[in-house]
């Protein structure tokens, strides 16, 4: 059973306009939530989180949005680059005993066109 | 800096052989994770630990074991490895905020 779920395996977007990556959750006790990204042969970077009590988080070009209601989160980026063309990856800390873990879902490329 | 290193970039090995991919953090972190990331399936867990000596299953253990004797060092051990193994395996290390750090990861190819 997938509790983080983004449901586009893929994005192309043209530079200079707005990515926008999707990401839903079913476990309703997620109170935290991060992005990651990925180049092809490199390990995940962190790129921002955000918490529950919050309903959006800014860092630059990145911001990220919380509608806790649709348990539903999106990745903001503007304007995209095309050095922003990687996966993208939403994690929740796991709500169970073990809250160490990360439950990540499957990735979205973006494709980001000069 | 953060920093997570793992021992190779790139391996091959044999159906059957015993296979060791090490991971050193330099953070101080109580957690280590092992990953395994194939296409379509994004990031699936193996084994984590949250201290020395300690270790849990994650989501797809089966086929791999691990060890961790010192705080920094989270090794894989592949006991018996098959061809279904082949895949970029991911270390990442994290502290009590739950941002994971992960290394570059190790292309491993069993023939």
């Known amino acids: 059973d997938q509790q983080v779920k983004q449901n586009s395996p893929s994005l192309s977007v043209q530079e200079g306009r707005i990515s926008i990556l999707n990401c839903d959750y079913t476990?309703?006790?997620?109170?935290?939530f991060l992005w990651y990204k990925k180049y092809p042969a490199e390990g995940p970077t962190f790129l921002i989180s955000?918490?529950?009590?919050?309903d959006k988080n800014e860092d630059g070009r990145f911001t990220v949005f919380l509608n806790k209601s649709a348990k539903h989160l999106s990745l903001h980026i503007v304007p995209s680059q095309p050095g922003d063309s990687a996966v993208y990856f939403c994690a929740a800390p796991n709500s169970g005993g073990s809250n160490y873990k990360l439950t990540f879902g499957k990735g979205t490329l973006l494709t980001v066109n000069p | 800096d953060v920093k997570v290193t793992q021992s190779s970039r790139y391996l091959v090995k044999r159906t059957g052989e015993k296979v060791f991919l090490e991971c050193v953090q330099d953070m101080d972190h109580e957690n280590m994770f092992w990953y395994r990331q194939d296409p379509g399936l994004g990031l699936r867990l193996i084994y984590f630990?949250?201290?020395?000596?300690?270790?849990e299953k994650g989501d797809i253990p089966e086929g791999y074991s691990v060890s961790r004797e010192k705080k920094e060092r989270f090794s894989l051990i592949l006991e018996s490895a098959s061809t279904n193994q082949t895949s970029m395996y991911l270390c990442?290390?994290?502290?009590?905020?739950?941002?994971?750090?992960f290394g570059a990861g190790t292309r491993l190819s069993v023939l």
């Open positions: 990442a290390s994290s502290s009590a905020d739950n941002i994971q750090y």
């Open positions: 955000i918490s529950s009590i919050k």
């Open positions: 476990n309703s006790m997620f109170d935290y």
């Open positions: 630990s949250y201290d020395v000596k300690m270790k």
